[in-house]
């Protein structure tokens, strides 16, 4: 009452002070009399209250005057009275009627609250990074660090595991406690180090996933981790009440009278234990249940009041005192409904620490205890008979967790299971959900730690009756998954319409796998079927092959190959690298290899549709390795192969022999021919003299024939055209472009070195720029720019400077004449009568050829030079793609001779700009691209 009176008492002050008060300004302060005073108001009650009771609730008019702070003055007053920011779920439960209220939070909601700052955490992963001081540094201290081993291992970024006490353990250095430190406080603790206090040190908490054993959690606490003190602390109102249910002072019993007389009333239960009913005088309820007063009542009403009956239900509840003490996140007193149970009671305190017991939840009655919860049958069966019904001053205590028992694997709930009375390993297994089906129930294995401290590891055959082990505080128990080999089956990969794994049967052979080609894709290589075999008891590789046609035409046969289990069959498509496949057998192969026992390999190279490297066989032959390689490429020469063998000579070096191979016997079906091969044996299959792919030619344009023509090796350009029937009536021979695939290659790789020099200038003339900006150094960016962006644009061509007429007039005169290659083009375009001008023009176009008009005129028609032309570079570049220098030229002096096609040059001034001088030549070949391209588009 003094609390609520004096807090009153500063609301009203306040709000005096607020009519005194002029209008606040639009951004200035607040005044400070109105927080001062509300500060002062809830500073005293709140002491007051501290000295009456911890778990005091503040009631509504606290609240409202609570609210009307600001956050900064809310968290000022907590700070005052050294609560800091102590979340709000420590105030207790207020009346019923204040049940529905927001809970006090000081002004700040959960999600307005910024996170906590990450702090290192025992097994926890942290980086360090450790470098020198910046700044030039003595040589004497640089050299006593590079010489110190520990201190130089700690340079750079290093990651540590810390143990599970948060300590961190640097060799040569010490131990180092780092747990609960956030990173910047862990940099600061780190530097305090004297070994380490010279280095400049940073570290990062790495926010790693825990998984396997580390991420188990105990079961059961999460039931509380959301909002506990607002979800299930109170029953419903609408739940009915319980003839079980226990009358006290301050319920309310509402009685309606019915018959001779008609009307309700409400009867509340005195501090005496006593309700006064009209009529019928006083009757004592306070001990007694409501069924028994409900009978009571009934009784009197019909004995006493002759033809009247009454109805009898529960009014207002009342709220009883409990005490929650034990391992609970906020111990103490709490005002609940009446109607509360145990489960209730944990809500209200906000859940069992992650050190109390879900299983012996006490509630304790004057002293005895007189009922024990079992949250696990909760949890687990939804059976709430345990969860007991509240009385005033009874106590809920939650003792210290039991034993308990890590169960991970393959179950369905693994987390750390607390031990209740029954402790076998079935009951267990049972807690975590039971078991997977890929569980491997004749291998758990079951780690412990023995009466002499140390860990053993025993393997549980659940079927064996191992169910009944006896399990101990601190056991972890793993359920292994069934391993994933099969060993009564076989596995078929590839190119195939039905991969998987098949049932293996003795006697089992390649054709019954693959008995038509039904079960395989389209265009399957049948000639090389290969089967991963494992031998032995160590499972060695071993690598065989099968001829899948062979074997389905003669089931049974020595073709088809007999399979056993774990095999694993791949088929290959014809024309695709199988390279993948094959290498993975390889790897196999060369990790199980010894000096003893070479690498089973086998190469084959040349005319193969197919060369590389493949497994050897047992008894492998040159014909099996041909039909690894996919067979003979239409280029190899039968006539004869080459076979290299490599061993061992007499006096330990390796010696090479070369052995001819009579391929065309082979091939003939000579069984003498079919060598054995040996471990690193290479067959090279010769290719024909002179073999080579057709070359094509591109003509287009003004040719008789235009087209793709096949041509042979050393034949000319002007032996072509002869087979295109010439050249036709309107063709320019002199605006010819002839372009060649490798040169346009080699242009690719020339624009590529351009763009990176011209970055690389541009960077530097941008630092330039930014330490002494001046006009020019900003011209010359913007042009580099400019001629960055022309760059990316640009497409190379490939062209190669032609005189078709010299070419038609000299046939075979490689003086003139063309050697044709794979991927040329030539285009004839038709006569021209343009002039193109372009560069550092007013309006650069194409101009009519007129034959009186001179370089100059055809600039001065494009309205003549820009001030930024150079005037003693201007050239021409011919139709064919020739170019015509200007400087020094007397041609260029006398102004003559422009011809059709032609096209005037005017370069960018690099002399007038020093930072673009190394740039003209970047301006000249992006030109006589754009003129090739241009001639080449034009078709």
Sequence with gaps: MLCGELLCSVSRLFARSSMRQPPRMSGAPRFSLHRALLLVGLTCCTLIASHVSAQAPLDAQQLEALQQLSPEDQAALLDSLGQGSRPPATLPLGPEDQSEMPRFSMGVTDEEQSPEEPRIEGRGTIVIEARLPEGDLPEEFVESINSDTYR????????????????????????????????????????????????????????????????????????????????????????PVPGGYVLGPGDSLRVQLFGDDNYEVELEVSPEGVINFPKLGPQAVSGLTFSEVKSVIEKRTAEQIIGTQA????????????????????????????????????????????????????????????????????????????????????????????????????????????????????????????????????????????????????????????????????????????????????????????????????????????????????????????????????????????????????????????????????????????????????????????????????????????????????????????????????????????????????????????????????????????????????????????????????????????????????????????????????????????????????????????????????????????????????????IGQSLLEQIEQTEAQGRLVIDLRQVLANPNNLDYDIVLRDGDELVVPLQSQEVTVIGEVQYATSHRHQSRLSRNAYIDLSGGLTLRADKKRIYVVRANGAVIAGKGSRWFRNEQRIQPGDTVVVPLDADRLPQITQWASITQVLYNLAIAAAAVNSF
């Design 152 to 239: 130089s291992r700690l340079l750079g970024i290093r990651a540590y595991e810390l143990t599970t006490l948060g300590v961190l353990e640097l060799a040569g250095i010490g131990n180092v406690p780092l747990g609960g430190l956030t990173a910047d406080e862990a940099a600061t603790r780190l530097a305090a180090e004297p070994l380490l206090e010279d280095l400049q040190i940073s570290v990062t908490i790495l926010p790693l996933t825990p998984i396997g054993e580390d991420a188990l959690r105990p079961f059961g606490y999460e039931l509380f981790d959301e909002r506990p003190d607002l979800f299930g602390a109170r029953p419903p109102q609408s739940t």
């Design 311 to 782: 109805a009898v239900s529960m009014g207002r509840l009342k709220n009883i005192r409990i005490f929650v003490v034990g391992d609970v996140k906020r111990p103490g007193a709490y005002d609940v409904s009446g109607l509360s149970k145990i489960t209730n009671a944990l809500y209200a305190s906000g859940g069992i620490s992650s050190v109390g017991s879900l299983r012996r939840v006490q509630l304790k009655r004057a002293g005895r205890t007189v009922s024990t919860l079992d949250l696990y049958a909760l949890l687990l069966s939804g059976d709430t008979r345990q969860d007991a019904p509240l009385r005033s001053d009874d106590v809920v205590f939650i003792p210290p967790v039991g034993p308990t028992v890590a169960v991970d694997g393959e179950v369905n709930r693994p987390a750390i299971y607390e031990l209740g009375s029954s402790r076998s390993l079935a009951e267990v297994v049972a807690l975590a959900g039971g078991l997977k089906a890929t569980a491997d129930r004749r291998r758990l294995r079951l780690e412990r730690i023995t009466e002499t401290g140390l860990r053993s590891i025993d393997t549980v055959d659940l079927k064996a009756n191992g169910g009944q082990t006896q399990l101990r505080d601190g056991d972890s128990l793993k359920v292994l998954r069934v391993l994933d080999d099969v060993d009564s089956a076989v596995t078929l990969t590839g190119h195939v319409t039905r991969a998987g794994g098949y049932e293996w049967s003795p006697g089992m052979r390649i054709s019954d796998l693959l008995p038509s080609e039904q079960f395989l894709k389209p265009k399957a290589d049948l000639a090389y079927v290969v089967v991963r075999r494992e031998v032995g008891p160590d499972r060695r590789t071993q690598v065989i092959s099968a001829d899948l046609q062979a074997a389905q035409a003669s089931p049974g046969s020595l073709a088809d190959v007999p399979l056993s289990p774990r095999d694993r069959v791949t088929v290959f498509e014809l024309g695709v690298a199988r390279s993948a496949a094959i290498d993975s057998l390889l790897e196999e192969l060369s990790a199980q290899a010894s000096v003893s026992e070479p690498v089973q390999i086998a190469r084959i190279t040349g005319a193969m549709v197919a060369p590389g490297d493949y497994p050897l066989e047992p008894g492998m032959r040159v014909s099996d390795l041909l039909r690894a390689g996919g067979g003979l490429a239409p280029s190899a020469h039968v006539a004869a192969a080459e076979l290299t063998r490599y061993r061992t000579g007499l006096n330990g070096t390796r010696e090479t022999e070369l052995i001819s191979v009579d391929l065309g016997a082979l091939l003939s079906g000579d069984a003498g021919a079919d060598r054995v091969l040996a471990p690193y044996d290479i067959l090279t299959i010769k290719q024909i003299p002179d073999w080579e792919e057709p070359l094509q030619v591109e003509l287009t344009g003004e040719v008789r024939f235009p087209g793709s023509y096949p041509v042979r090796r050393g034949e000319t350009l002007s032996a072509l055209l002869d087979r295109a029937g010439g050249l036709t009536e309107l063709a320019f021979t002199e605006g010819t472009v002839f372009t060649r695939k490798f040169l346009r290659e080699r242009e690719i790789e020339q624009l590529a070195l351009l763009r990176s020099r011209l970055e690389s200038d541009l960077s530097a003339l941008a630092v330039q720029q930014a330490q002494t900006p001046n006009s020019s150094a900003s011209e010359a960016f913007g």
